[in-house]
């Protein structure tokens, strides 16, 4: 535990953009005992700054942060021509489980979790299920 093990609390994001700031800024993960310790972007714009008192690093920070912090939770919330490439680095880098938000399916080796998040699939469903009860309503009538 002291050296950090198992720690599967904590979590690094990549992609310091407007969805990995709304991540970074919501307070609710503490709620599940999780926490985001940094972000790591690309960008010279937003290296350097804070969001919610984590910083913003440069990308190729990522894997000594990861193996010293012994982090095994990534977030990605980059665009998709890089996410694979950030994918392969967290994998490199140790983490086990990736939360991605960029709307392109990743592969990662066995052993591996990762879940998707398409905002836009879960919207059109959300719109389905309102269809689909509008016309059971309407049938009912």
């Known amino acids: ?8 609390d904590d979590v690094v994001l990549v992609g310091d953009g407007r969805l990995g700031r709304t991540l970074l800024s919501y307070q609710g993960f503490a709620d599940y005992k999780l926490n ?3 972000a790591f972007d690309n960008s010279l714009e937003f290296v350097g700054a804070k969001v919610n008192n984590k910083p ?3 990308i190729d920070k990522l894997t000594p942060i ?17 996410a694979q490439e950030v994918c392969d680095m967290m994998v490199s ?15 990662v080796p066995d ?20 269809y689909d009860k509008k016309k059971d309503i309407n049938e009912n009538q």
């Open 93 to 107: 880098a140790g983490i086990k489980v990736i939360w991605n938000f960029a709307p392109v399916h990743l592969e």
């Open 111 to 130: 052993g591996i979790i990762i879940k998707h998040e398409n905002l836009a699939v879960s919207l059109a469903l959300l719109t389905q299920k309102l």
């Open 66 to 82: 990861v193996e010293r912090l012994n982090i095994k939770i990534g977030i990605i919330t980059v665009p998709k021509d890089a």
């Open 56 to 58: 913003i690093l440069q």
């Open 36 to 38: 985001i310790v940094a």
């Open 1 to 8: 535990d002291v050296l950090g093990f198992n720690n599967l």
